[in-house]
T-cell receptor
């Protein structure tokens, strides 16, 4: 039972480089989302998706792109990395439309931009 | 918009002490409320949740009651252990946020022997 799988777990980038954080879930969940966690800021929503082919912006979307071509996968792309994007990134998924449904988190991806 | 406010940390307690971490929220709809816990170097784990007013969520000795009249969801535990040392996040989810989570900033708890 894999749940939500994120790769890579650790990554160091140079300013201006691009990369993709991968997220996959095997629970057939409709909803997926990306958060970033910064010290003293809690977790902030970057982008989310309510189903394949549908994405929307969260609280801090600038500098990030997403796509949802399949139910299972929700990659997060950094087109031109900046030091301000140094953070821990969490992918999450949840089933259905009821607000009380449990959200499942991946283990996180630690990204450093130098 | 939706928001969650938690008490500032860090909170330091001796083992077996009583714990309260305050959480209040602002929401336009009827949110569900959650407490997540993050142990050092790990991801977030759901600790407990409540989906409607007056519901009480409980797990591992922790409890929180959904109080709509005071827009609060305070986390309590009667006797903390060293293993409870972690960061605790209060969060809400509702239709207005696309059912994504709005988090508080987190409260760090350190329990000493």
């Amino acid at each position: 039972n894999a749940g939500v799988t994120q790769t890579p777990k650790f990554q160091v980038l140079k300013t201006g480089q691009s990369m993709t954080l991968q997220c996959a879930q095997d629970m057939n969940h409709e909803y997926m989302s990306w958060y970033r966690q910064d010290p003293g800021m809690g977790l902030r929503l970057i982008h989310y998706s309510v189903g394949a082919g549908i994405t929307d912006q969260g609280e801090v979307p600038n500098g990030y792109n997403v796509s949802r071509s399949t139910t299972e996968d929700f990659p997060l792309r950094l087109l031109s990395a900046a030091p301000s994007q140094t953070s821990v990134y969490f992918c999450a998924s949840r089933p259905g439309t009821a607000s009380g449904n449990t959200i499942y988190f991946g283990e996180g991806s630690w990204l450093t931009v130098v | 918009g939706n928001s969650v406010t938690q008490m500032e940390g860090p909170v330091t307690l001796s083992e077996e002490a009583f714990l309260t971490i305050n959480c209040t929220y602002t929401a336009t709809g009827y949110p569900s409320l959650f407490w997540y816990v993050q142990y050092p170097g790990e991801g977030l784990q759901l600790l407990l949740k409540a989906t409607k007013a007056d519901d009480k969520g409980s797990n591992k000795g922790f409890e929180a009651t959904y109080r709509k009249e005071t827009t609060s969801f305070h986390l309590e535990k009667g006797s903390v252990q060293v293993s409870d040392s972690a960061v605790y996040f209060c969060a809400l989810s509702d239709l207005d946020s696309g059912y994504a989570l709005n988090f508080g900033k987190g409260t760090s708890l350190l329990v000493t022997p």
